[in-house]
């Protein structure tokens, strides 16, 4: 008698496991419980971006006004313009900071 060997592949990498009905009912809350938590932690609404002007980045971070157009020549931050005038997201300067400070 031949055996296809995909057969045997099927046959070899099928496994059975014997678990009380209590544990399976057990594993599936653990399972429930964690994917709500990594579900919760997904879902965290964030806080909206802090937009501030140049003359606030200035205070914050005790610069001139040619400083932040010379570093938004250079890419280190970025601007958005908002109607007339121009914006800075104080999260990203943060970040940027660090960025420069390594």
């Known amino acids: 008698m031949k055996i296809k060997t995909n057969k045997i592949a ?6 059975k496991l014997s678990v009380p009905e209590e544990n399976i ?6 399972v429930k419980s ?11 609404p964030k806080q909206p971006a802090e ?18 157009h010379e570093w938004r020549k250079r890419g280190i931050i970025q601007a958005y313009k908002i109607g007339a005038r121009v914006y800075y997201k104080w999260d990203e300067v943060e970040k940027a900071m660090q960025l420069q400070a390594c």
Do not use: H, W
């Not at 099927?10 to 496994?15: G, L, R």
């Open 10 to 15: 099927t046959i070899m990498n099928t496994i």
């Open 34 to 44: 964690q994917l709500m938590e990594e579900l919760k932690q997904q879902f965290i």
């Open 51 to 68: 937009y501030i002007s140049a003359e606030e980045l200035c205070k914050r971070l005790s610069i001139t006004k040619p400083t932040v």
């Open 25 to 30: 009912q057990q594993i599936a809350d653990t």
